[in-house]
């Protein structure tokens, strides 16, 4: 058990909320991974294409995927500092 875990020294209710925020945050990140393939494949079926048409609905659908990406990496920031939020008020 680590020191942060340890419940003799009044740390047990901040190592579970940085579990619980690993948690969530690691089930984030896997959800990132669908739409930076997407992204990724999207953009490399525009280059096969090489036509004008095809290039510019890569980059409208590559768009679409980083608005979903911005998405999910906001949604993880405001996790970690509703968290440091939390932490900080149980400290006073």
């Known amino acids: ?3 942060l875990s340890d419940p003799a020294d009044g740390h047990a209710g901040t190592a ?6 690993a948690a969530e945050i ?3 990140l896997h959800g990132l991974c669908q739409p930076l393939t997407a992204l990724q494949c999207r953009l490399e079926i525009g280059r096969m294409e090489a036509t004008l048409e095809g290039l510019d ?8 995927e980083c608005v979903r990406v911005n998405a999910l990496v906001r949604a993880m920031q405001d996790k970690v500092f509703d968290s440091k939020r939390h932490e900080m008020a149980g400290e006073r």
């Open 26 to 28: 690691a089930i984030d």
């Open 1 to 3: 058990m680590s020191a």
């Open 16 to 21: 579970l909320l940085v579990d619980e925020l």
């Open 57 to 64: 609905a890569a980059i409208v659908d590559a768009l679409r």
